[in-house]
């Protein structure tokens, strides 16, 4: 008998994001959260062929993901912040970059944001932060005039940190496991283990995966220190 998936309010659709995939013909990709060992994380599932990119962080990282979304929304255009993840890598006994999670506003007054891998064959996808109902609901503003797109993808941008700034402490809470953390000389055991043993399988007592084929990609190439637009290329 196959084991019963378990699900929690990170399934639902709406705190999903889709973006096509640059260079693939009308290919999409999925922008999904998740739990692991107490810890959030986001999941980018591009294709069966070119896998998963990941951003794991510890709670905290993650209220920080949170709080650079709602400073993105606010601030200027064409601004960005970068949250590096790095793992523990067995081939140089060093931590390293796995992926950079970048958060900005484009030119528009778009809010986006974007795991890039360090990986430099994975492709860089865009996801920006839009009207979850366009057929239920539209945003006007007292004299009727409709929100430009910027303006939606501002509004919809603060409150998916919002709501998520409250979704995620209760699960901390009520989905706590207890998890021996090796020390930081080797992250082995932690959310950012070497060889990205935490993407393996179903994630192995907590199913908290948005797909039943949880087949991550792993990220070995070398990333780079410095960070620069070749980096983020919108």
């Known amino acids: 008998m196959s084991e019963n998936k378990q699900y929690s ?32 994380r986001i999941n980018i599932y591009i294709s069966k062929e070119k896998g998963y990119i990941n951003a794991p962080m510890d ?5 920080v993901y949170l709080d650079y979304i709602t400073k993105a929304a606010s601030g200027a255009n064409d601004d960005k912040f970068c949250i590096e993840n790095k793992k523990y890598s067995k081939e140089t006994s060093k931590l390293e970059v796995e992926s950079r999670t970048i958060i900005g506003k484009d030119a528009e007054g778009v809010v986006y944001v974007c795991v890039v891998s360090s990986n430099n064959d994975t492709p860089k996808i865009k996801f920006v932060f839009n009207a979850t109902d366009t057929l239920y609901h539209s945003l006007k503003h007292k004299d009727g005039q409709a929100l430009s797109k910027g303006e939606v993808s501002q509004m919809y941008a603060l409150a998916h940190a919002r709501l998520l700034s409250s979704i995620i402490p209760q699960l901390l809470v009520s989905n706590y496991e207890h998890v021996e953390y090796q020390p930081n000389n080797n992250n082995k055991g932690n959310y950012n283990k070497g060889n990205n043993n935490y ?29 620069d637009d070749s980096d983020i290329p919108f």
């Not at 309010?9 to 999409?28: D, Q, R, S, Y």
């Not at 709670?59 to 209220?63: A, C, E, I, N």
């Not at 993407?199 to 220190?225: E, Q, R």
């Open 59 to 63: 709670p905290m990282t993650f209220q």
């Open 9 to 40: 309010i990170l399934n639902h659709p709406k705190l999903k994001l889709k973006a096509f995939v640059p260079g693939e013909n009308k290919a999409t990709a999925s922008f999904s959260y998740a739990m692991y060992q107490n810890n959030p």
């Open 199 to 227: 993407n393996k399988g179903n994630y192995k007592n907590n199913n908290y995966s948005n797909k039943g084929n949880d087949s991550y990609s792993n990220s070995s190439n070398d990333a780079n220190d410095s960070i």
